[in-house]
């Protein structure tokens, strides 16, 4: 129950500091002098930070210990973040922020979680596992939904007294801040959330490697169309076509992590009655739908609904999915299967993320965001066809053997 506790208390002080470098990197680089290339650069460095650690955790993340290797990612997170709140130049930026692994993309994925993931999925029960990964979402997004809070909270506090770039740098300060503490909350696990043999190497059987090359593939297309609606761009995307302020995005991202937070209880209750597959492919589905209508939107609030509606929706697929991926490997491959299905994500981000700045300066603002529909509704069709008869053990397949 201890180590349950900093676990859980780990994911939402990390979740509150994405929260805040979701909103406020875009307008702090900005400020700092950094064009819509340069932002999305980043973005793409930091994210291919994240991917490089993530296959680092899937090689050798048993062997070196679960606990040493959370504590010293986390505090490398905590340096990328300081790095970006000091305004290092552009070239730099690129460099620290790949070390740093900085996470501009507003979402918890990465090394970090693909440990945890693997820790918890061999901590229940088949018929409980589903339900675990909803809640560890719901955390993660109710953290999420703070840091957001805290954007809008200290300008409301301020007044007009304090400047927004004065905020802006104090806020993800205090993002590096919270990395920071997660670093020491992990260090305190107990040898108990380590594998019961570790290995030198993680080694994937032949059954498992078809799987996993199958729904990486797909993984790999819907993380092209999620790199292209990271947070940082769609504040660009609400702040261009609409004048939207920090504050305004703030509420509206904490909105949207509150809703994405409470589909992933959804989710489970969804999940044991029509399956895993199905709940992953029949909620996202729509979700894409309402992505492409937001762009298409005449107004600030007419977008703001849209995007709300497609949040409600959009993360329903996230613990079903882990809890999926989880159950169709044996349990001495849950660490690496666990980082190289994140590692294929956070890769197509930071592909997607690279491209999504030009797009958005030299094509249209809205462009990336259209073709991240296109893309979602694609893969949605190829996930369903690719898994509907592969069933996980509780739903009455075979136990991975």
């Not at 993320?353 to 030299?362: S, T």
Request: glycine share 10%.
């Amino acid at each position: 129950m201890r180590d349950s506790r900093l676990l859980f208390a780990s994911v939402l002080l990390r979740a509150l500091s994405i929260g805040l470098v979701g909103v406020l990197l875009a307008f702090h680089l900005g400020r700092a002098g950094f064009d819509e290339v340069q932002i999305g650069a980043a973005v793409s460095a930091g994210l291919w930070g994240m991917g490089a650690a993530t296959l680092a955790v899937g090689v050798w993340g048993d062997a070196l210990g679960r606990r040493r290797t959370l504590a010293g990612l986390a505090a490398l997170s905590a340096a990328g973040v300081a790095a970006a709140a000091a305004g290092a130049a552009p070239a730099l930026a690129l460099v620290l922020g790949f070390v740093g692994m900085l996470n501009g993309a507003g979402r918890d994925r990465g090394a970090l979680p693909a440990l945890e993931q693997a820790v918890l999925a061999s901590a229940v029960e088949d018929v409980r596992r589903t339900r675990s990964f909803a809640v560890y979402n719901l955390v993660a997004d109710a953290g999420l939904a703070g840091g957001a809070v805290l954007v809008w909270v200290a300008r409301r506090a301020s007044g007009n007294e304090t400047p927004p770039a004065t905020l802006q740098a104090a806020g993800m300060w205090a993002a590096a801040g919270l990395l920071a503490a997660t670093a020491l909350l992990y260090a305190r696990l107990s040898p108990r959330v380590e594998p019961a043999v570790r290995a030198t190497r993680a080694r994937l059987s032949k059954a498992s490697r078809g799987k996993v090359a199958r729904i990486c593939a797909l993984f790999a297309l819907d993380g092209v169309g999620g790199g292209f609606v990271a947070a940082t761009f769609l504040s660009l995307f609400f702040r261009e076509r609409f004048d939207a302020s920090a504050e305004t995005v703030a509420l509206l991202f904490a909105g949207s992590r509150v809703l994405n937070a409470l589909s992933h209880l959804g989710a489970a209750w969804l999940a044991k009655r029509i399956g895993l597959v199905n709940t992953m492919v029949f909620t996202h589905a729509p979700s894409s739908v309402l992505l492409f209508t937001v762009t298409i939107a005449p107004t600030f609030p007419v977008a703001a609904l849209l995007y709300l509606l497609r949040e409600g929706l959009v993360e329903m697929d996230v613990p079903t999915r882990q809890s999926y991926v989880m159950a169709i490997v044996r349990p001495e491959e849950r660490t690496a299967v666990s980082a190289v299905t994140n590692l294929v994500r956070i890769a197509s981000w930071a592909v997607a993320a690279a491209v999504a700045g030009p797009l958005m300066r030299d094509v249209g603002i809205e462009v990336p965001m259209a073709i991240a529909a296109g893309l979602k509704l694609t893969y949605d069709a190829l996930l369903y066809v690719a898994f509907r008869r592969t069933r996980p053990p509780e739903e009455g397949g075979a136990t991975p053997g």
